[in-house]
């Protein structure tokens, strides 16, 4: 089976950085995902990692070093509106998508 | 923007009912897939269909079925509903490396 490894909350104050890890042992590998899901809705795409290093997009980045086996997802300057899970997968061959349980960040006042 | 629709958010069933879930896309995906979403479990892929009339199972196929009779359309079926399929449920569509996912339908088997 593949396993896939993120906290299971976190909480932060608006205007703070967070960094939500990923460790993933899986029997294959072709890229890692990073979604955000609001309550009650769908999951929403942020970022693709394929190759090791920072990926950068506004307020969030996404790095990736695949001989760890380990990604973060980084939160800059933290909203109320981040307030969401936060999913890892791993695209473990062809489209298929192994998810970690999700990640809930809570950003307070 | 790429749209996925699910037909109802909300779904109450009796156990032993057979259960018709559709997603539809409108960006000509190749790749369409079917999840479920339990607490602590997160997504798990049930079945996916990467052309009309192919299908895939996942890794947790056992009481459900799919069908795929049109390109833009993805049905799950559950012969025979029972509880422990009370769960979320999430399609998504691809059509290389990214997947867009519907709203979701919550369906409650009693």
């Known amino acids: 089976g593949q396993n896939i490894d993120q906290p299971t909350e976190m909480t932060a104050t608006e205007g703070a950085i967070v960094q939500i890890n990923c460790t993933y042992q899986?029997?294959?590998?072709?890229?890692l995902f990073w979604y955000q899901q609001h309550a009650g809705e769908a999951p929403t795409f942020l970022s693709y990692n394929v190759l090791d290093g920072l990926e950068e997009k506004g307020r969030f980045s996404s790095f990736l070093s695949r001989s760890k086996g380990y990604s973060y997802l980084l939160l800059k300057e933290l909203q109320m509106k981040d307030s969401a899970s936060y999913l890892c997968?791993?695209?473990?061959?062809?489209?298929?998508?192994?998810f970690g349980a999700g990640t809930t960040v809570t950003v307070r006042a | 923007d790429v749209k996925v629709t699910q037909s109802s958010r909300y779904l109450v069933k009796r156990t032993g009912e057979k259960v018709f879930l559709e997603c539809v896309q409108d960006?000509?995906?190749?790749?369409m897939f079917w999840y479920r979403q339990d607490p602590g479990l997160g997504l798990r892929l049930i079945y996916f269909s990467y052309d009309v009339k192919m299908k895939e199972k996942g890794d947790i196929p056992e009481g459900y079925s799919v069908s795929r009779e049109k390109k833009e359309r993805f049905s799950l079926i559950l012969e025979s509903a029972s509880t422990n399929q009370t769960s979320m449920y999430l399609c998504?569509?691809?059509?290389?490396?990214?997947?867009?996912f519907g709203p979701g339908t919550r369906l409650t088997v009693l």
């Open positions: 899986t029997s294959g590998f072709n890229g």
């Open positions: 960006m000509d995906h190749e790749n």
């Open positions: 998504a569509s691809s059509w290389e490396d990214t997947q867009y």
């Open positions: 997968a791993v695209r473990v061959t062809g489209y298929k998508l192994s």
